[in-house]
């Protein structure tokens, strides 16, 4: 008797296990199917725009970038943050959902480090601006780039077609995703500052999939490879969880110290326009905060603090993010002002050193200085960037006539120091040429 008993608990687990085969083996021939399933469904420019869902949370579609392998399948979608998985329209993932998100798992535990993740939130005007800064991304990186591009459904079509035409094909893939903000707060959000600012905060909810990620503003500038601000996650203690530049180095012309009215991280409080994230630290944190002796997580938090804090708030998510830091300074990591160099570093003097001794590593060209003549020093490295044609010889290309225009802004305060502007440049591309040469 008791052999039969494990005759048939063998054949009662053989036949488990063939069941199980037959069904992986069923999605994998309907995810091979020409034309069919996820591969169609990425390329397609109909989905591009956002898939709205009756009723529903977080609506989102992602596209992404011809050639992405099998390992891209679902991870490239950003679905549902509210909706669970069986709750998903078919055409979101389709019949896979359970294999797919078993290898979306598996994909993003055996390699960590393979990409570096990079989001940007582009509204309105801001294409040029965010595909210079993408340009400047990987002029010098060494790694490569994966683009998480959340824009205004109007702005999909164009932004494919120019990044279809970068030439760094293997280097750089990108993923576009619509505007989105959970359903029953959606109005409040979209209103707060300026439209989409306040997208960078639902990033660790929305890219659930992502480990790390670095978080830039349209108008920023990469003077120095990505890799580099990509090895502060390296340096991070076990408590901190992302990291930001303070928003001013002298107090004395600080705003947050002088005019804020709420609590705000450290002296001069942070600079949101660069920040490194290390989302699956943020997602699983528990934050102090002001409202309830109870910690709440990320998701938990945002809402709360807005609804306390809204009239008094100037800067928007910014200032959240100020706030939430203030009660819990020690997840900050803070990494110096030539990393996130604004024109308060020289408008009224020079006043960070680090760029002084080393160059600017990160332009911040805030207040739409890029775009008018009050800067001409800011607005001649974004033209210069602007109008690199990717091949061409930096040195000549690139460095020499930047260098030229920036002899013409000595004038201003900003001009009068305008070699921390190359100094780091300079470098950069020789360090470039330098890995080129041995074939890297």
């Known amino acids: 008797m008791r052999r039969f008993a494990r005759v048939a608990l063998l054949c009662l687990g053989c036949g488990v296990c063939s069941l199980l085969y037959g069904f992986s083996q069923l999605a994998l021939s309907l995810e091979q199917q020409p034309g069919g399933g996820r591969q169609r469904q990425a390329r397609d420019p109909a989905s591009l725009g956002a898939r709205r869902q009756a009723g529903g949370g977080w609506t989102a579609a992602g ?17 549902s943050f509210w909706n669970s998985y069986w709750m998903l329209p078919s055409d979101v993932c389709g019949m896979n959902c359970f294999w797919e998100a078993a290898f979306r798992y598996h ?44 824009a205004e459904d109007q702005l999909h079509e164009s932004f494919k077609d120019i990044l279809d035409d970068f030439p760094y094909e293997g280097k750089v893939n990108y993923t576009l995703y619509p505007i989105t903000f959970p359903t029953e707060s959606a109005a409040e959000w979209k209103k707060l500052f300026k439209p989409c600012a306040s997208q960078r905060l639902f990033l660790p909810l929305i890219l659930k999939n992502v480990d790390s990620l670095l978080y830039v503003d349209t108008d920023i500038l990469f003077l120095r490879p990505v890799d580099d601000i990509w090895s502060f996650l390296g340096k991070f203690n076990s408590t901190q969880i992302a990291a930001m530049a303070p928003e001013h180095e002298e107090p004395r012309i600080g705003w947050y110290n002088r005019f804020a009215r709420h609590p705000y991280y450290g002296v001069t409080g942070i600079n949101s326009g660069v920040m490194l994230m290390n989302m699956t630290r943020i997602r699983r944190k528990y934050f102090k905060n002001d409202m309830t002796p109870v910690r709440l997580q990320w998701g938990e938090i945002l809402m709360p603090l807005l609804k306390k804090y809204k009239l008094n708030i100037t800067w928007g998510d910014q200032d959240l993010l100020n706030i939430m830091f203030f009660h819990n300074p020690e997840s900050l990591y803070v990494f110096p002002c030539q990393w996130n160099y604004r024109p308060d570093h020289c408008i009224y003097g020079s006043n960070c050193k680090e760029a002084e001794e080393e160059g600017i590593f990160i332009l911040h060209g805030n207040r739409g200085v890029y775009h008018d ?49 190359i100094k780091q440049l300079t470098k950069s591309i020789r360090d470039l040429y330098a890995r080129r040469s041995k074939g890297r």
């Open 107 to 150: 994909y993003v535990k055996t390699h960590p480090s393979e990409k570096m993740h990079l989001a940007v939130v582009a509204c309105g005007e801001r294409l040029e601006e965010t595909v210079t800064m993408l340009r400047s991304a990987i002029i010098f990186s060494v790694k490569p780039l994966q683009f998480h591009i959340f």
């Open 373 to 421: 003549d009050k800067q001409p020093t800011f607005r001649a490295v974004y033209e210069a960037i602007k109008n690199y044609s990717f091949g061409d010889d930096l040195v000549h290309s690139l460095l020499q006539p930047l260098e030229l225009e920036l002899w013409k802004t000595m004038h201003t305060y900003c001009g009068k120091v305008y070699k921390v502007f």
């Open 63 to 79: 596209s992404t970038r011809r050639g992405e392998a099998d390992a891209g399948r679902c991870k490239n979608l950003s679905v």
